[in-house]
C-alpha cells in the first residue's frame, strides 16, 4: 500500500528562433593581427562558425564580440554563423561580408629625381614614383625629409593612387630653398594599411654660380686682354 510521489515537472515550450544579428565587421581589406565581429542575440544560443574562417563552437553565446582569431593572408568570402537556443530552434545563418586580410607591404618601391641626376639648378623637379600590391595602392606621399617616418594619414602629402596594382606616376615636386643636397622620400600605402617607402637626394645648385672646370675650380677672369 506504499505511494510514491506525487511528482512533478516543468517543461518550457519555446518555438520562436532567436536573432542573430552581426556588426562591427572586418574591413574589406586589413593588416590586423586578430579579428573579431560583434553579434547581437535576442537569448542567449549556441554559435557554429563556418567557412573559410576555420570551423568553431560557441556555446551559451551572449551578446558582445566574438573572435575570430589570427588569419592567414588570403580573401575571405563564406565564413558565416548559426545560432541556436536551448530548445533547438535555429536562426538563419548569417554570413559575414567578403574581406582581404593582406600583412604585405607594397613591392619595389622606387622614387627617382630629375631622371637619376646628381644635381640640378631648378626648383622644380621631376620626381618619378613606382610600386607594385596585388590588393591595389590607395595613396602614396612625396616629402623633402630625412626622416623615415610615415606622415600621418592626416597630412597633406597623401595623394590618391586610384587602388592600382601596379603603380607608376612623374609629377613635378618643388624644393625648398637653400642651394644644398635635398633628400627627399616616397611612401605607397595599399588598401589594408601596409606601407613602404624610397628614398632618393639630389643637389640643388646656384645657376648663378661661376663655371666650374678642371677639379671643380671656378672659372674666374681677371679683365686683362692678355
Not at 505511494?3 to 544579428?21: H, K, Q, S
Not at 593588416?31 to 573559410?52: H, Q
Request: proline share 5%.
Amino acid at each position: 500500500g506504499n505511494i510514491g510521489g506525487p511528482y512533478a515537472d516543468t517543461v518550457t515550450l519555446d518555438t520562436e528562433a532567436p536573432t542573430l544579428t552581426l556588426s562591427d565587421l572586418p574591413e574589406e581589406y586589413t593588416n590586423a593581427d586578430s579579428l573579431s565581429v560583434s553579434v547581437t542575440l535576442s537569448e542567449t544560443a549556441d554559435l557554429l562558425k563556418t567557412g573559410t574562417c576555420g570551423p568553431g563552437s560557441f556555446p551559451d553565446q551572449g551578446t558582445g564580440p566574438l573572435a575570430l582569431g589570427s588569419l592567414a593572408e588570403g580573401t575571405y568570402s563564406d565564413c558565416a554563423l548559426k545560432a541556436t537556443d536551448a530548445a533547438g530552434n535555429e536562426a538563419g545563418v548569417q554570413t559575414i561580408r567578403t574581406f582581404t586580410v593582406d600583412r604585405t607591404a607594397p613591392a619595389s618601391p622606387t622614387l627617382t629625381l630629375d631622371g637619376g641626376a646628381a644635381q640640378t639648378d631648378m626648383e622644380n623637379i621631376t620626381a618619378a614614383l613606382s610600386a607594385s600590391d596585388s590588393g591595389g595602392i590607395e595613396e602614396y606621399c612625396v616629402k623633402e625629409t630625412a626622416a623615415p617616418a610615415t606622415p600621418a594619414e592626416s597630412d597633406t602629402c597623401w595623394k590618391s593612387a586610384a587602388n592600382a596594382t601596379s603603380f607608376s606616376r612623374s609629377e613635378s615636386f618643388a624644393l625648398s630653398d637653400g642651394f644644398h643636397t635635398k633628400n627627399l622620400r616616397a611612401w605607397f600605402r595599399d588598401r589594408a594599411g601596409n606601407v613602404s617607402g624610397a628614398d632618393d637626394s639630389i643637389q640643388r645648385v646656384d645657376p648663378n654660380r661661376a663655371p666650374l672646370v678642371g677639379f671643380e675650380n671656378a672659372l674666374v677672369f681677371n679683365g686683362n686682354a692678355d
